[in-house]
C-alpha cells in the first residue's frame, strides 16, 4: 500500500535532562540524538517503517542541513517530492528538551512559516496509486489541491489536527478522517464539544479527540464514544502524535475507525517508552526483531 504524507520537515535536535533549564541556566544534556521531524515526516516513516511505501511532499531545499534531512529520509526508504528543490534558507529547525522524569517536552520552531510552497509547483502525478493521504496543515496551499483532486480519486484523506491552522476551513469539507489533539480548536471552539460539532457540521465521517493519557474520544457512524489509551511510564512523549498518526494510516487500510484508533494508540504508547522518535521501531516487538522482519499488526501486541 502507498500513502502520501503532506506538510511540514524539520531538522528536530533532541536533548534528554534531568529538568528544564530555568532562566539564565545552563544545564549539561545526558543524551542527544538529531532527527529529520515534523508531523507529517514522522508520520510517514511510520507508515514506511509498518511495511508500506510512504511518499513525503514537503519543503526541503537545497540548504546543508536539508542534506542532513535527506541523508535520513534516503535511510528509511521514503519517497520524497521536495515542493522548491532549489530553496536556499535553511529548513525549520526544532530545539528539543525531554524531561527524563516525565517525558514531556519542551520544543521552539518556527516551523513552516517561513517555508510556505505555492501550489503552481505541484504536479498532481503524484496521487497515482496512493491509498491513502495524510495532511498535517503546514503547507495548506498545497494540501487544499491535494484534497480535492484525492476526493475527486476516492483516495480518503486524513488531517493531524494537531492545532487550528488558518486554511483549514478550506481542507477540512474533503476529510475522511479528522485526528484532532486536544489543542485543536476551530474559531468560535472552546471545549471537545464545540470541535465535535464544528466538525460534523463540516461533514467529517469519522472525528477523533486525543489526550495523551486520557481516553480517545472518537464519533462515527452517528454515535460518539471512547477508547482507554494504555497507561505506561513515558520516558519521551516527542512524536507520539505523530507514531500515531502514521500507524493509524496503516491500520485504517484494513480495520475500522474504531480499531485503528486502538491499534495506532498501542504503537505510539511503545513509542513513548525510548527516547527520540526512532530508538521505538527497535523496541516496538520482540518477536519482529528476532526474525529480521518488519513488524506486522499482529507483531504489536508482543510490547
Not at 498518526?245 to 484494513?254: D, P, S, Y
Request: hydrophobic share 40%.
Amino acid at each position: 500500500m502507498n500513502g502520501l504524507f503532506v506538510g511540514l520537515t524539520t531538522l528536530d535536535i533532541i536533548y534528554l535532562a534531568d529538568h528544564f533549564p530555568h532562566s539564565n541556566e545552563k544545564i549539561v544534556a545526558l543524551d542527544q540524538t538529531i532527527a529529520a521531524g515534523g508531523p507529517a515526516t514522522n508520520a510517514a516513516i511510520t507508515f514506511q517503517h509498518l511495511g508500506h511505501q510512504g511518499t513525503l511532499l514537503s519543503m526541503i531545499g537545497n540548504h546543508p542541513i536539508s542534506q542532513l534531512i535527506c541523508a535520513e529520509l534516503e535511510d528509511c526508504s521514503l519517497s520524497v517530492f521536495d515542493l522548491d528543490p532549489y530553496h536556499p534558507d535553511p529548513p525549520p529547525t526544532s530545539s528539543i528538551i525531554v524531561n527524563k522524569l516525565t517525558g514531556e517536552r519542551a520544543v521552539i520552531s518556527i516551523n513552516a512559516i517561513k517555508s510556505q510552497a505555492k501550489a503552481d509547483k505541484l504536479s498532481l502525478e503524484i496521487l497515482q496509486d496512493i491509498d491513502i493521504i495524510l495532511i498535517d496543515g503546514h503547507q495548506m496551499a498545497v494540501s487544499q489541491i491535494i484534497a480535492q483532486e484525492a476526493q475527486a480519486r476516492g483516495i480518503p484523506i486524513v488531517i493531524d489536527g494537531g492545532s487550528w491552522k488558518p486554511g483549514f476551513e478550506n481542507v477540512l469539507p474533503y476529510v475522511d478522517y479528522a485526528l484532532c489533539s486536544a489543542n485543536f480548536y476551530p474559531p468560535n471552539c472552546y471545549n471537545s464539544d464545540d470541535v465535535f460539532n464544528y466538525l460534523k457540521q463540516v461533514g467529517i465521517p469519522n472525528i477523533a479527540i486525543t489526550g495523551g493519557q486520557n481516553p480517545i474520544k472518537y464519533w462515527t457512524s452517528d454515535k460518539l464514544n471512547s477508547i482507554e489509551v494504555s497507561q505506561v511510564k513515558a520516558i519521551d512523549t516527542l512524536g507520539a502524535g505523530d507514531v500515531f498518526h502514521g500507524a493509524f494510516c496503516h491500520f485504517i487500510l484494513t480495520h475500522s475507525f474504531m480499531d485503528s484508533l486502538g491499534k495506532a494508540s498501542k504503537v505510539a504508547t511503545v513509542a513513548c517508552q525510548s527516547f527520540g522518535t526512532r530508538q521505538w521501531m527497535e523496541n516496538l516487538t520482540v518477536s519482529a526483531t528476532n526474525n529480521n522482519k518488519k513488524p506486522t499488526e499482529n507483531d504489536l501486541f508482543f510490547c
